[in-house]
């Protein structure tokens, strides 16, 4: 009982400072107010776009047709020097002190409009880490370990796991305005 209540307060502390910008990150991935890096793929008779996002998933529901639903908050996630440039100017004071962004990386979330996004049904899904067994000792990191997308939906509404997946950013490619790839992004 201990673990899982230090483990919610904790993963709340850091859901909180990443809300409001506490945790600053480096070189630029996808900043929230530049358009998206956009790859164009197709054959000769199509071509579709596909963009990705760094996002903050803020819920994950079934609409009425039974189709996996993300609300999204489009963040600005930054590592190496972009996010220590970005945090300097930022955080001026803390930036003396610790040198630059902790961790080496920083998020800007300065418009927390929401946008509820589908999701296909076949979407690769890539987790660094989550909980599999409901016990600490069981969480160890597991880079891009793929899972389907329902284990996703019941992992991410799992009141009662020892993490709070609302709390990291993502990476979703979406192509025809539907989520084709969700990658969490570790933070320490």
Do not use: C
Request: hydrophobic letters at 40%; zero cysteines; a negative charge.
């Amino acid at each position: 009982m201990k673990k899982t209540t230090i483990g919610m307060i904790g993963t709340g502390i850091l859901a909180f400072m990443i809300g409001f910008g506490y945790f600053p990150a480096s070189s630029v991935v996808t900043p929230a107010s530049a358009a998206p890096a956009e790859q164009t793929t197709g054959t000769s008779d199509e071509t579709s776009t596909e963009q990705t996002y760094t996002i903050f998933i803020n819920s994950v529901e079934k609409d009425a047709n039974g189709v996996t639903q993300l609300e999204t908050d489009r963040i600005g996630w930054y590592t190496g020097e972009a996010a220590n440039k970005l945090f300097l100017k930022e955080n001026p004071d803390a930036a003396e002190e610790m040198g630059g962004a902790p961790d080496g990386y920083y998020i800007v979330n300065n418009d927390i409009t929401e946008v509820k996004m589908p999701v296909a049904a076949d979407a690769q899904v890539l987790m660094q880490i989550y909980d599999h067994t409901g016990s600490y000792e069981d969480m160890e990191i597991n880079w891009n370990e793929s899972i389907g997308l329902d284990k996703f939906d019941a992992q991410y509404n799992n009141s009662l796991g020892l993490l709070d997946l609302s709390a990291f950013p993502y990476h979703v490619t979406v192509k025809d305005g539907v989520i084709v790839k969700i990658v969490q992004q570790y933070i320490p």
